[in-house]
């Protein structure tokens, strides 16, 4: 007896009342046909289901997006980041450093519920990556940057604050 299928990658498959070869079932299809005992077909359909929960596949906005963010640093620094969408933003030092800002191409991924690790570089060459976490609102902060030749790495801990206006 044979009848088709379409599997959940839409391929066509045809099914007999005969097992696969294992060697054509993924890894896990062959643990679920080993440990639990399944036919291949219905393990390999099962494994090719991927939940739709890894960050890469959401497509709501970040919490960021389209704020001014006041981020207060434990050293004393002190900077404004106003987020034009997800992809943009505008920095401006408030305290503990020479007046300085600038506009950057960010790059994000969400790490967990609420948790999104933000990168970019400055025009000076200086590169961010910084983690902002929504549910307790602190924000740590790696900084590296050039100082007279040598590349110098700066680690910074802090929170934040959404703000109405901002640089």
């Known amino acids: 007896m044979t009848r088709e299928i379409r599997g959940t990658r839409g391929a066509a498959r045809a099914i007999r009342g005969d097992r696969r070869p294992a060697a054509r079932l993924g890894a896990g299809a062959l643990l679920a046909v080993t440990l639990l005992g399944l036919s291949p077909v219905v393990a390999q359909a099962a494994s090719d289901r991927t939940p739709d929960t890894h960050p890469a596949t959401r497509s709501e906005a970040p919490r960021f997006a389209d704020r001014t963010l006041r981020i207060s640093y434990d050293n004393g620094f002190v900077f404004e980041l ?6 943009t933003a505008h920095w401006k030092v408030v305290a503990g450093q020479d007046p300085a800002g ?25 590169t961010v990556e910084q983690v902002q976490n929504w549910r307790d609102r602190t924000v740590r902060a790696v900084i590296e940057f050039d100082n007279a ?5 700066t680690e910074l801990q802090g929170t934040f604050t959404s703000v109405k206006n901002g640089c």
């Open 149 to 153: 030749g040598t590349k110098e790495r």
């Open 82 to 87: 106003r987020f034009e969408g997800a992809r």
């Open 102 to 126: 600038g506009t950057v191409r960010v790059e994000y991924r969400q790490e967990a519920p609420g948790v999104y690790r933000l990168k970019w570089t400055e025009a000076d060459g200086t």
